[in-house]
């Protein structure tokens, strides 16, 4: 089965337009204020505008009010919601969308165990544990601890790039690979290049998988 791709905390239209073209299967909108690549009602409809159809639109949000993410779904065309905070499955369903759920793959953590606590999710994203950030911060966890077979689709995150992700395919076999400061130039400022190669080297860890 290929890798999907996730492009996230995307801030210009322009890389948007990027991550399409090279092949990305959804992107990221971060409405977390203290991300770096947070972005207002304004330039998220601007990004969602230069989008060809079939590229899923995924909004961020991290321990965020119900008033605050039903603000953005009524403003903004968003597919699917992911929650990167401490949200319990209360605070995620409700919405109308599907939604991921974050896990943050800090010591001691079980992710099936903490699966099972979020019955209702689409699937669910591993990243290295980031008490300030909440992701974004190119760190990444033991791919070791990735769990070989899931219920729900399970994304890996944290410390992808062009050079490691064909590696990190071939290690922990994951529904989707998620990458934001991997394939930047500056916070929040995509290369075309990086998220070329970064899309490419997806590709190489599946024809390597497939040959093994």
Known sequence: ??????????TR?????????????????????????CVDILEARAICSVLPPFVTVVAL???????RVSAVLDAVPVDLLQF???ESAQDCEGFGRPYLKAIAMQAGVDPVQTMRAYPGAAGF??????PDTHGGGGVAFDWRRMPERTEKPAILA????????AQ????????AVDVSSGVEVAKGIKSADKIEAFIRGVERGDASEARG
């Open 84 to 86: 990167h905070g401490a």
């Open 158 to 165: 944290g410390g992808l790039t062009p050079d490691n992700v």
């Open 125 to 130: 994203l591993l990243d290295a544990y980031q």
């Open 168 to 175: 990190a395919v071939v290690l922990t076999r994951p529904y």
């Open 13 to 37: 239209p322009e890389d948007g337009r990027a991550a399409a073209r090279a092949g990305a299967d959804a992107i990221g909108l971060v409405f977390y204020e203290q991300s770096p690549r």
């Open 1 to 10: 089965m290929r890798t999907r791709v996730k492009i996230c905390g995307i």
């Open 61 to 67: 949000f991290v321990n965020a009010g119900r008033e």
